[in-house]
């Protein structure tokens, strides 16, 4: 029987609806991709609720309401969540994607198929076109399958990049990596001593400019290191912190500072002008 106009619509929607869905880069990651002249794209779910790892950072937003709501040892807030706090269009995309993974799984399990396998198909068969993908904005390997679905997405995909920042540090001693599912160790988890004990590249949250210097990490400012350095660095405290922590007064001197005059431009436009 053919298929009437509703209909047709409600199957569009649903083939629409199979498909996770990758998101844009924010400001930061347009400085990358524009610095490179790469296209890049982003993937999320949504942040805490997949975070097994987190400790110091974790914060969730309410699915329905967007309350943000912190972990008992939360020393700075998760950008993600804040981001998906103010934003209902970001929650359902993370909801979304969450759902279908957790239901690909099911359904791999109920109908004994290869669960690694089947969600690997499921996130290649989104995939937009794309060179870079930054794997979790917000959000985590939350599972052994589902890394190594990415790890498989990765390897069917060897001229592309995956890179992500993960906390999930458990997972990942016994797992093999190909060399473009690039990762960086987040400190500031539950398993730290296994960046330690495995040498991992790591990024640091400092709280300022000063603390990076002390700790010799340089910061990264548009995701180059993440995606593509060898070396260990620190990430600026940023985003919206809760009322009264140390990571909220910090931001505090980090904006002020930004607004100051730039001593060092003064001195070198007068420099000029006394050379010309
Ligand atoms: S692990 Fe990442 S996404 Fe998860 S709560 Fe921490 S900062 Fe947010």
């Known amino acids: 029987m053919p ?22 880069p924010n400001a930061k990651l347009k400085k990358l991709a524009k610095k490179l002249k790469l296209k890049l794209k982003t993937f999320s779910l949504p942040s805490g609720w997949t975070c097994p790892g ?43 994607n969450f759902d279908l ?9 109920r109908y004994k198929k290869d669960k690694v396998q089947t969600l690997a198909d ?5 995939l937009p076109e794309c060179d870079i993908v930054r794997v979790h904005v917000g959000g985590d390997y939350f599972n052994k399958e589902y890394l190594k679905a990415w790890i498989e997405v990765a390897m069917r995909n060897p001229d592309m990049v995956f890179y992500s920042y993960s906390k999930s540090l458990i997972m990942m001693a016994d797992v093999a ?10 400190r500031g ?23 990076a210097k002390e700790k010799g990490l340089e910061i990264d400012h548009d995701d180059e290191h993440a995606a593509f350095g ?11 912190q809760p009322k009264g922590s ?10 002020k500072q930004k607004k100051k005059p730039q001593v060092l431009q003064q001195d070198l436009s007068s420099y000029e002008l006394n050379v010309m």
């Not at 298929?3 to 844009?24: A, V, W």
């Not at 060898?230 to 919206?240: D, P, R, Y």
């Open 3 to 24: 298929l009437d106009i509703f209909q047709l619509l409600c199957y569009i929607k649903d083939m629409k609806n199979d498909t996770l869905k990758f998101g844009e």
């Open 54 to 96: 987190a400790k110091d950072c974790l914060s969730k937003a309410d699915r329905v309401t967007g309350k943000i709501t912190d972990g008992p040892d939360t020393l700075f807030r998760c950008f993600a969540a804040s981001g998906e706090a103010r934003s209902p269009a970001l929650r359902k995309m993370v909801w979304h």
């Open 101 to 109: 993974i957790k239901s690909t799984l099911m359904s791999a399990w």
């Open 122 to 126: 499921l996130i290649h068969d989104s």
């Open 177 to 186: 990596r190909p060399n473009n599912f690039v990762l960086t160790a987040s």
């Open 189 to 211: 988890g539950k398993y730290d001593d296994m960046i330690d004990l495995h040498g991992w590249k790591e990024a640091v949250v400092v709280y300022s400019e000063e603390e």
């Open 230 to 240: 060898s070396e260990n660095f620190a990430l600026l405290i940023h985003g919206t």
């Open 246 to 255: 140390a990571a909220s007064q910090a931001l505090s001197r980090i904006k």
